[in-house]
């Protein structure tokens, strides 16, 4: 249905019309044997969820909810670098289908003109010291209009058909999702991470700029330095100490 040009990626779907979280279905399905590049896909979602327990608001027909097992032979402090390879596939399937120029903001956010398009929500599976699967959720605003958002987000959030003036094909963007991130997938674990690394800042917002990360530890205010090799980011404030970040919500341009 979806003409795919991939080996792995998509060559299993669950589609569901209505289910409360591809996240949850994709995490049961990983847990009990289900091949990599397995994709659990719906056209609602009535209990979305983001990152740090927000909600994610899925509404039927316009999105793309998915979740994609991945099951690479990797230790567990790996699997951050997947966001980062999933954005970096996210950005160029959107370039790709729509000609739009979207860009990332760290870790896991998809912009366009400041105004999120997409989130990626990555999640684990692992043992001590190997991945079993990563679960890699990917929530694309496409076909909404802006009366589809509820008040409180308008102002942060976008769809692909908002910035483009046309509706966008949600099967052609998911098909070319799966091929853009089979290939980084196959790039990353030849090459390592250091061609996904220069990839991502070239689409960073905040590279160079004045950034605000909170951290559960705290605010830090600095220069935005970019990524390690490892996908943490680094921040130099004032006094010229570098800050490396593992998780944080970020403010740009303050
Ligand atoms: C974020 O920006 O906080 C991440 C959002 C991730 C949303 C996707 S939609 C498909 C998958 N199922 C979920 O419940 N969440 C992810």
Sequence with gaps: ?????????????????????????????????????????????????????????????????MSLIMKPHLPPQKAPQFTLITAVAVVQAIEDVTGLQPQIKWPNDILIDGKKVTGILTELQAESDKINSIIIGIGMNVNHSIDHFPDEIRQIATSLSIEKGTRISRS???????????????????????????????????????????????????????????????????????????????????
């Design 1 to 65: 249905r979806l003409g795919l040009n991939t080996k792995t990626l998509g060559q299993v779907i669950h589609y569901e019309e209505s289910v409360p979280s591809t996240q949850k279905i994709a995490h049961d399905l990983a847990g009990s044997g289900a091949v990599e590049g397995t994709l659990v896909i719906a056209d609602e979602q009535t209990a979305g969820r983001g990152r740090l327990m927000r909600e994610w608001h899925s509404s039927s027909g316009n999105g793309i909810w």
């Design 172 to 254: 052609k963007l998911v098909q070319t999702v799966l091929e853009k991130m089979e290939s980084l997938y196959s790039l990353y674990m030849k090459e390592g991470f250091i061609p996904i690394k220069l990839l991502w800042e070239s689409y960073a917002v905040s590279i160079g700029k004045r950034i605000r990360a909170r951290t559960i530890n705290g605010t830090i205010e600095g220069t935005a330095l970019g990524i390690t090799e490892e996908g943490v980011l680094k921040i130099e404030d004032g006094e010229g100490t570098i800050h490396r970040i593992y998780s944080a919500d970020i403010e740009v341009n303050i």
